[in-house]
């Protein structure tokens, strides 16, 4: 139901734009988060913004590089990743949270391979 895109091989420095693309629920009744994983590590929370684009949050080491938006009528969210680092490495998951729930996602995306060479 959640459709992950955009991740590639990239150099230091450059950026790269995801996109998830959402199917099947109504895409504005939830908020939509981004977060990575790194093989052998956690997944980690990277951003989220709320249904109504009226907050967003980010994880402190991509606050400032990247920013997190939504178009309901195209049921995506987007992750603008701008001055990438090599710390930036690993896959990245889009995520769907029912507005009114304060637990646990209730979607999850495919995730996209995002390579970040120095």
């Known amino acids: 139901q959640l459709q992950a895109c955009g991740g590639g091989l990239v150099q230091a420095g450059v950026s790269l734009r995801l996109s998830c693309t959402a199917s099947?629920?109504?895409?504005?009744?939830?908020?939509m988060g981004w977060f990575r994983q790194v093989p052998g590590k956690e997944r980690e929370f990277v951003a989220v913004?709320?249904?109504?684009?009226?907050?967003?949050d980010y994880t402190e080491s991509v606050k400032g590089r990247f920013t997190i938006s939504r178009d309901n009528a195209k049921s995506t969210v987007y992750l603008e990743m701008n001055s990438l680092k090599s710390e930036d490495t690993a896959v990245y998951y889009c995520?769907?949270?029912?507005?009114?729930?304060?637990?646990?996602?209730?979607?999850w995306g495919q995730g996209t391979q995002v390579t970040v060479s120095s």
């Open positions: 995520a769907a949270r029912f507005r009114s729930n304060m637990g646990k996602y209730n979607y």
């Open positions: 099947g629920l109504t895409f504005s009744n939830y908020n």
């Open positions: 913004v709320t249904w109504d684009s009226g907050r967003t």
